[in-house]
């Protein structure tokens, strides 16, 4: 049997195999660009700390970030490849808050689609090193947002529908408000100016601050905003068809199959962003996999296919995907396509052990 030291030293030479740049960054970070970009669920998980001037920082949470905002304050532009192993720092209901992690990043590489394929194999063979024979669940954020761009509704929903994608909760309680919405005509707003004036007489009146707090004028536009929105009416066949497309999960060649199905009865074109799909299952061997039409990281920067690797005790073990939005988040002026991983390792030992 393979001893974890053996098992450890496998991993490091996967790692260092990738033919990319060993990235070490940083192990105290600036927490803004985590509250800014996975928002307070995530927040909530930093090991936080404040210096002189008040400015947070937190211990390192992810390799992912910091690699990416060190490649755009470089200069963007050219292919880069980095590796890394290594902690990371996150509070947790059970177990320590510091552990380790693995993985690849791959930015601004000249083939998309290579550079994920690489990606996938990477997370295959680091689960093989531990003996792990996975379940992959796959998602597809492109082909969600082509259904999106191609569904008959108001542009004003298409946004806040894609920003709950992957937030199954948050995603099925717009959809049950917008099928809820009476379809009766809605009285004549204000002008924005009558507004304006009604808000500052109402907060002048209650004794409220005009400037420490929101402005008549910023609460006029939201309220006018949310206003529109509700006038702007989903109709009851797209609600159907998102209903019916995010319900798809199974086998993925059956999945792919029903969505195709569904693709033809409601006259959408969504053959390019299938057939990626398919192309990529070589790289999956005979692993299990499936397809989950809802399924997407909780972060809305990722923008084509996405994974998840389980063990048997149903632990996230790798997970990763194409993030090409979150380079342009973190400050580039032009789309840079971005792929990769990360390897839970800890949870990997405990899969041998347990």
Known sequence: MTSPALRRANLESLVEAQGACRATPPLLLSADPYFDLAGEEFGRRLLLTTDTTGAEYCLRPDFTLPIVKS???????????????????RQRETGPAEFDQAGIELLAQPDGDVALDQVLTFARAALSIFGVAPDIR???????????????????????IRNRFGHTEALDRLLARLEAAPDAPREKQPSRKALVADITEQMVASGLSLSESRSPEEIADRYLEQQALDAAQVPPATLKLLREYLAISGPVLQALTRIEALAARHKLMLGAPIRTIRRHLDRLGEARVTFDAGFSPRLDYYTGIVFEMTGPSGDILASGGQYDRLLERLGATAPIAASGCSVWVDRLEAEVTS
């Open 71 to 89: 490649y755009i304050d470089d200069g963007v532009g050219e292919p880069a490849a980095f590796s890394y192993m290594g902690p990371i720092f």
């Open 138 to 160: 796959l998602g597809g954020v492109g082909l969600f947002e082509a259904l999106l761009v191609q569904a008959d509704m108001p542009d004003a929903w298409r946004p806040r």
